[in-house]
């Protein structure tokens, strides 16, 4: 129990240390032997949080039942890939920046870190502030991801904030370029879950969702 608690701490002091944008506690998480437990905890965390934030949307756009949970369960997945593409294009473009490298694993663990002000992407939910709540959580990552980066890497101002700014503008692109595959799947899997023509209709339109949107180009067989 003790053990429990302990971990509990860490992740806690870990989401403070990014959310207060403190490089020099850093050190600490660095040296942990449970750092990768903690960094996936805190990802885990952002992503639940981001999610469940995000289901207002959903259920404005009158989205339920399975289709909820498929659209949801979806996102998350697509979630994960993206940030494992962002590491991996930090762990690219560091090296040619800085010409040397942390190694991939230090990298993938300071990218799940730096998710840490999604915690509060539960917040989304909040009627008219939601959106800019969100936005500004966004915004907060990039610097947490710009400390980590900057320590990871042991980079200056310019360089880190190159590498940074490279590894969330590929993610950003990468969002919308798989938001249509994404939504394929979705509704593929759909189709053989349930037999019915399409998961999306085409009042499913969701403007803000950053992974999966569901357009108008995806409507249910009576709708055509």
Do not use: C
Not at 40 to 56: E, K, N, P, Q
Not at 121 to 148: E, H
Not at 198 to 218: E, I, K, R, V, W
């Amino acid at each position: 129990m003790d053990g429990f608690l302990d971990f509990i701490a860490s992740v806690g002091l870990a989401i403070w240390t990014m959310l207060t944008l403190d490089s020099n506690t850093l050190g600490w998480f660095r040296t942990h032997p449970l750092n990768l437990q903690i960094s996936a905890t805190v990802a885990a965390l952002a992503g639940i949080s981001t999610l469940f934030g995000d289901s207002v949307v959903l259920f404005l756009n009158r989205v339920r039942g399975w289709r909820f949970l498929v659209t949801l369960l979806l996102n998350g997945v697509a979630m994960v890939l993206l940030y494992v593409l962002q590491a991996l294009m930090i762990a690219v473009i560091g090296p040619l920046v800085v010409g040397h490298t942390p190694g991939l694993v230090p990298i993938l663990r300071g990218v799940m870190l730096a998710t840490a002000p999604m915690v509060f992407g539960f917040l989304g939910l909040i009627p008219y502030a939601g959106p800019a709540i969100t936005r500004l959580l966004q915004a907060w990552g990039v610097l947490t991801l710009w400390i980590v980066v900057a320590v990871l890497f042991q980079a200056g101002f310019f360089s880190s904030l190159l590498i940074t700014l490279i590894g969330w503008g590929v993610m950003q692109l990468l969002s919308w370029g798989l938001s249509r595959p994404v939504s394929w799947v979705g509704d593929r899997i759909w189709r053989v879950v349930t037999g019915k023509p399409s998961m999306m209709t085409g009042h499913d339109l969701l403007s803000g969702q950053m992974f999966m949107p569901l357009d108008a180009g995806f409507r249910a067989e009576g709708e055509r």
